[in-house]
């Protein structure tokens, strides 16, 4: 390994790790001609049939509701409670998902927010969306309210929720009515409210998203906080809410697992986010929120949508058609990711346990990759061969930089030594390794998944805290490899700064990787272990490499 392929392999992992903060932070703000205003502080489901006109003696609407009535409709997926505050779902509890570790009570959606999902309003936060409404209809998977306003208009609003063996069983079709808004041109939905989860401790996945039909902008909870920046630079003031009017496709909400997805049939105006709190086992939590504008041109108006409420699954995402599976932000490796988890659910069909899968795609990635790694071996072995004469070559013409460099290539091709093998796997795994890290980081499949000592792979493997200091198994074992596998690997004689680098190395990849999923640990982890027992066969019953110098030129 020379100075210039241990330099190019430095500057790749900077890379790697500064694209996995970029796509962390990145966030695709609305232009100024967009921006309208931001303000400042310190089998598939069944077709949905049209919607029934009310009753003409539908009763005026109160402003808040006297006593509020859930009516539920479920499958075995997901339990949906409607409210007649709104005609709207007070809450969507999922049944597959529970809401914490070794407990029973499924996670649920919109839980103690103040206004129900699908709730409307003429504006943002509308009083409309706590009206009175009458359940004109309900069977086993339908229900429609409706309603009249002071004014005359009424409203009728109806949910079908799907099957139980849908192709998308958390899909619910939904249809809004309107009829004789003469005056009001425009109507909100509001799509509910997430808070983060508990291995998202930052908030860096909980965030509202909308897709304009060309690409998906999405906004953290930290994106409407003030900032300094660093020394002035990306210095930003706060902000309380974000309201954009563009066409858009759908909007979402999300966090680390979860998310929230509208689809319109007819695109969206605009769209309404803004950061909150919300009361969660006894603790004010933060949470995020949305609206999405539609227009109204006629006065009776119907506005068809599908909702899916569940988690972040790609397959169900990306079998809804309208790219919704961009909410999983899988970054600039998005490709790599798609086929490694595509992989990886193959492989858990029939390996159940899901670290026992990833350390079984970990092999076949490492299979595949043998003969390269293998060159890679090889070269360095032979690499190490010609110190003597490459130390010679470099002091006898280190005043004539062509000639050095002519007798260093003639050196290298004698003992078929390739400078760029050294960098080269470590090229093509950090597609593979930062691919791994945007699928693993908000995978649904890996939350509360167990392995060993593990409880949860999708979050750091924390198995006591020293004070305030967490103490993860996993990141140390891991720095431990990469101390074996670099004292295994042949090595040339290097400088002084070089050998401070690669003692260092194992330390910051540690520091780098230590509050990282426990997924990704594990995979990098046995990648090592991998790796040394490649390391260890080539040594052992590889051919020996000819240690012939060759003769410098005259």
């Given at each position: ?7 190019l ?11 996995m903060?970029?796509q962390?932070?990145?966030v695709?703000?609305a232009s100024?001609?967009e ?10 489901p069944q077709?949905?049939p049209?919607?029934?006109?009310a ?6 609407a109160v402003?808040?509701?006297?006593n509020?009535?859930i009516?539920?409709l479920e499958?075995?997926f ?7 505050c709104?005609g709207?779902?007070?809450?969507v ?5 529970p809401?914490?570790l070794?407990?029973?009570?499924p996670?649920i ?7 129900p ?5 003429w ?11 009458q359940i ?12 009249q306003l ?6 009728v609003?109806g949910?079908?929720l799907p099957?139980s063996?849908?192709d998308?069983?958390y ?7 309107i009829k004789g808004s003469?005056e ?8 509910g409210?997430f ?6 401790k930052?908030q860096?996945y909980l965030n509202?998203?909308?897709f304009?039909?060309k ?9 409407f906080?003030?900032s ?9 003031a706060?902000?309380?809410f974000?309201?954009v009017?563009?066409s858009?496709n759908?909007g ?5 697992i979860f ?7 007819v695109?969206a105006?605009?769209y309404?986010?803004?950061?909150g709190k ?5 603790r004010?939590e933060a949470?995020i929120?949305?609206q999405?504008f539609?227009d109204?041109?006629?006065d ?20 809804m058609g309208?790219e919704q599976?961009q909410?999983m932000q899988?970054?600039?490796?998005g490709?790599i ?7 990886m ?7 159940p346990n ?5 350390i079984?795609?970990?092999?076949i990635i490492?299979?595949l990759?043998w003969?390269?790694?293998?060159a890679?071996l090889?070269?360095?072995k032979?690499m ?9 070559i470099?002091e006898k013409?280190?005043?004539n930089?062509?000639?050095l460099q ?9 003992h078929r030594v390739?400078?760029?093998m050294?960098c ?5 795994q950090l597609p593979?390794?930062?691919?791994l ?5 908000t ?7 167990t392995?060993?000592?593990?409880k949860?792979l999708s ?8 004070g305030v200091f ?12 990469m101390?074996?596998?670099m ?7 290097v ?9 260092w ?5 540690l ?5 990282f999923?426990?997924?990704l640990v594990?995979?990098w982890t ?5 790796t040394?027992?490649q ?5 052992r019953?590889g051919?020996a490499?000819?240690q012939?110098?060759t003769?410098?030129?005259?």
């Open positions: 390994m020379d100075r210039k392929n241990f330099v392999g430095i500057l790749c992992l900077a890379l790697a790790f500064g694209l903060i970029r962390d932070r990145q695709r703000q100024p001609s921006q309208i205003t931001t303000a400042s502080s310190a089998a598939s077709a949905l049209r919607i029934e006109s009753q003409p003696a539908l009763p005026k402003i808040k509701p006297i509020e009535r009516i539920t499958n075995d997901m339990r949906v409670n409607f409210t007649n709104g709207a779902i007070r809450t509890a999922l049944k597959k998902y809401a914490e070794n407990r029973s009570e996670y959606f919109n839980q103690n927010a103040d206004l999902a699908l709730g409307l309003g504006q943002v936060n509308d009083p409309l969306c706590v009206k009175d409404y004109s209809k309900c069977t086993e998977d339908f229900i429609q309210f409706a309603t002071d004014d005359g208009t009424e409203i609003r949910y079908r099957a063996n849908a998308n069983p899909l619910i079709l939904h249809e809004t009515l003469r009001r041109r425009q109507i909100c939905f509001h799509l409210m808070p983060a989860t508990s291995g998202d930052y860096e509202f998203g909308a304009d039909g690409e998906a902008e999405f906004i953290k909870v930290g994106d906080e003030a300094n920046g660093f020394l002035g630079l990306g210095q930003k706060g902000r309380d974000v309201q009017y563009k858009f759908w979402s909400i999300k966090n680390q998310t929230a997805i509208l689809t319109p049939q695109p105006l605009g309404y986010a803004a950061p919300i009361l969660l086992n006894e004010l949470c929120s949305g999405l539609f109204l041109q006629e009776n108006h119907l506005l068809s949508m599908k909702y899916y409420v569940g988690p972040k699954d790609f397959l169900l995402l990306n079998k309208n599976d909410v899988f970054g600039f490796f490709g990711s798609k086929l490694l988890l595509i992989a659910r193959g492989i858990h069909t029939y390996v899901w670290g026992w899968t990833i079984l795609l970990t092999f490492k299979l990759m003969p390269l790694t293998q890679q090889h070269s360095s032979r190490a061969s010609i110190q003597q004469p490459l130390r010679e470099r013409f280190k005043s930089p062509q000639k002519s007798e260093t290539m003639k050196l290298f091709k004698a390739n400078p760029a050294g080269l796997p470590l090229l093509v593979i390794f930062l691919g890290y945007f699928m693993l980081r995978s649904s499949e890996m939350r509360f998944q392995f060993l000592w593990i949860d979050v750091p493997d924390t198995v006591a805290h020293w967490p103490v993860n198994i996993l990141p140390i074992l891991m720095g431990i490899t101390v074996v596998q004292r295994l690997m042949p090595t040339p004689a400088d002084n700064m070089q050998q401070k680098m690669l003692m190395m194992p330390l910051l990849f520091v780098f990787c230590y509050s999923p426990a997924a594990l995979y046995i990648q090592n272990v991998f040394i027992l390391q260890e066969l080539t040594n019953f051919k490499e000819k012939t110098v003769p410098l030129t005259q």
